[in-house]
């Protein structure tokens, strides 16, 4: 074998030369199988020096294919290298702003970065070292976030947006799945490179292995259908720890958090591009408080500080639903100034506090459009925040997300009954912790198609959807960090 290799080198060298290629000695390796002789190697190893000088000795700890290493030897020393470099370039990531520090920690790096390795190698094999990746993770979290993670919050941390997480997978959770759908992905492959009638006699080494471990991690649930699909094998853990974060929730306001952030609209602030220019860059106290109320997590010490005279816990969800919260007027504005230029950017002019359509207690709806919307009748709306947690809906927000803003997108309809001859009347409820009501679900997708058909931009609802989200999230982080003391002055 050794001598057909040098062979074909010395082919290639040759029809190299004839058309002005001189092939680089110094970026060959030569790797030696252990099974021969040392002295059958060392022949080899002189053979290899003759025909090009300077070239690499590979071993088994630093042979690699395309990066990723091809014996189990070499997977440590991988990771190690991975892991130094992000070392080298972690201090650099803490001095920008946290938002964007995140975005890039979430999109950029660990997982993301170690997944082609993850898929090509059976690195699940190593649970010290997916656990040493996943720490460096979640310190660099706990550091850019300036906040404490434990077991349980970590754990919803890692989950995808739409679950309630923050959408930083661990590398411990993706290890099997990655390499169980790619491999499945290439065995077709396999069996057309060795000639191999039927793709199912094509024993790939560590597949029988690795199906058994997930049977094991997973008992009673049967492999996806799929199985070439990533997505497949990890949801079955995703659900599971879901489901698990759920039954552990020890009391109603955990267990409502929990279903109010894994509805779809709770994450769309997550999914913004944080930017100073187009205003969709959280300030770092901001993030700090929406991470935290997203999670969990102890925002504050406890004080009886509240400008109504109210104790404030750790948690600082007192904030959400006090009557004198900083947070409540601040949102409220937002939100209508939102929905208000996104209907001039559709040609549809629109006031607020329109003149002569004040209810029984002579208050007005927030807005109202100056042309019809549909079948001929203006559209007129009202914008409520009300508190997942609040005493009053906690309860109800326990046992279905959403139910805060369903009630209180009724008691909006009943106060403004007398418009819906006239007017298309939508109560636009919306809560603390993320969730929408019908009504605002229905009016910010009629939006969203009506700024996708005039900009021409198909991403253009979704940016308007997080725009709307990241308003809820600074109004909360003014209504918590407003129940504080504020510094004077010396």
């Known amino acids: 074998m050794a001598s057909s290799v040098l062979s074909d080198l010395n082919t290639v060298i040759k029809r190299f030369s004839e058309i002005g290629l ?6 060959c390796e030569v790797f030696v199988s252990e099974k021969l002789s040392a002295s059958a190697q060392a022949d080899i190893i002189t053979s290899f020096e003759h025909v090009t000088p300077n070239f690499t000795l590979q071993t088994r700890e630093s042979l690699t294919l395309l990066g990723a290493p091809i014996y189990e030897d070499g997977i440590p020393p ?9 070392h080298d370039c972690s201090d650099l990531l803490f001095k920008i702003n946290s938002h964007i520090a995140l975005y890039i920690l979430r999109l950029c790096l660990f997982s993301p970065k170690f997944l082609y390795i993850l898929r090509c190698c059976p690195i699940w094999k190593f649970p010290r070292l997916t656990s040493c990746i996943d720490n460096t993770l979640k310190n660099s979290i706990c550091k850019i976030l300036n906040i ?20 930083i997978r661990s590398t411990g959770d993706l290890a099997l799945p990655a390499f169980l759908s790619s491999v499945h992905s290439t065995v077709s492959l396999i069996s057309d490179i060795l000639n191999v009638i039927n793709p199912t006699d094509v024993v790939v080494v560590g597949l029988a292995e690795a199906e058994s471990t997930w049977g094991a991690r997973f008992p009673g649930e049967s492999p996806p259908t799929e199985k070439t699909s990533q997505a497949a094998w990890d949801s079955v853990n995703i659900k599971s720890i879901h489901t698990t974060l759920l039954n552990d929730s020890c009391n109603p306001s955990e267990r409502a958090r929990l279903l109010a952030v894994s509805e779809p609209e709770s994450g769309h602030w997550l999914h913004a591009l944080p930017s100073r220019n187009i205003g969709s860059l959280l300030d770092p106290a901001a993030l700090r408080v929406a991470v935290c109320l997203r999670l969990g997590l102890k925002i504050c010490e406890p004080h009886p500080c509240c400008r109504c005279g109210g104790p404030v816990e750790a948690l600082g969800r007192h904030g959400l639903y006090c009557q004198s919260s900083a947070g409540r007027n601040f949102r409220h504005a937002a939100l209508n100034d939102l929905i208000r230029r996104a209907l001039g950017t559709v040609n549809i002019p629109a006031t607020l506090e329109p003149v002569g359509l004040s209810a029984a ?3 007005r709806p927030d807005g109202c459009s100056l042309v019809p919307w549909f079948l001929g009748r203006p559209l007129a709306w009202d914008v409520t925040c009300v508190d997942t947690l609040a005493p009053s809906h906690v309860q109800g927000s326990s046992r279905k997300p959403g139910t805060a803003a369903e009630d209180a997108q009724l008691n909006k309809c009943r106060k403004y009954a007398f418009l819906k001859n006239n007017y298309i009347f939508a109560a636009l409820a919306v809560e603390t912790f993320g969730p929408w009501s019908s009504d605002t679900k229905q009016v910010v997708k009629e ?5 996708v058909w005039v900009s021409g931009d198909l991403r253009a609802g979704e940016y308007f959807a997080q725009r709307l989200s990241l308003a809820i999230q600074r109004g909360n982080a003014a209504s918590v960090l407003g129940t504080m003391p504020q510094a004077t002055l010396m």
């Open 361 to 363: 207690d002579g208050k």
């Open 22 to 27: 001189i092939l680089n000695f110094n970026k």
């Open 148 to 167: 404490s993670l434990n077991p349980q919050t970590w754990s919803q941390a890692t989950l995808p947006i739409k679950y309630g997480g923050l959408g």
């Open 447 to 451: 939006i969203s198609h009506k700024l």
């Open 78 to 86: 991988a990771i190690n290298s991975k892991l130094d470099n992000f």
